[in-house]
């Protein structure tokens, strides 16, 4: 596990933005499988995996081992890095308009307004 990963795509930095995959995020900082983290942070197994997918996807949690339960195999996930800090170039990359998401709350919205905060100040 790295100490601080850069975040270079917006994409990426919407994923860890979103709330929910943020706090698995902070729970993953140490290894746990989708049942285990489920359990600690009270989300259904499959709401996790489905979220823990799409952090896998951006490189935000890798692999870090697999248990055998009978004809089950369960993976054990863990955070890519301690901490994470989103490039202003990703920012500025987002040519998303936070004008058009009515939702003010969303990762989607911060990385849009974000964006044009970079492009505007510099």
């Known amino acids: 596990m790295q100490d601080v990963a850069v975040?270079?795509?917006?994409?990426a930095a919407a994923a860890a933005l979103d709330p929910v995959r943020a706090r698995l995020l902070g729970e993953l900082?140490?290894?746990?499988?989708?049942?285990?983290?489920?359990a600690r942070v009270g989300i259904a197994r499959q709401k996790v995996n489905y979220h823990l997918k799409a952090l896998e996807a951006h490189g935000l949690v890798e692999l870090s081992g697999?248990?055998?339960h009978g004809g089950i195999t369960e993976r054990v996930l863990q955070a890519s890095a301690a901490s994470y800090v989103v490039s202003p170039a990703a920012l500025s990359a987002s040519?998303?308009?936070?004008?058009?998401?009515?939702?003010?709350?969303?990762?989607g919205y911060l990385v849009a307004l974000a964006g044009r905060l970079v492009r505007e100040v510099g």
């Open 95 to 107: 040519a998303a308009d936070p004008d058009a998401n009515a939702d003010h709350l969303s990762a």
């Open 29 to 38: 900082a140490v290894p746990a499988s989708a049942a285990g983290l489920a």
């Open 66 to 68: 697999e248990r055998r």
């Open 7 to 11: 975040i270079e795509s917006a994409q």
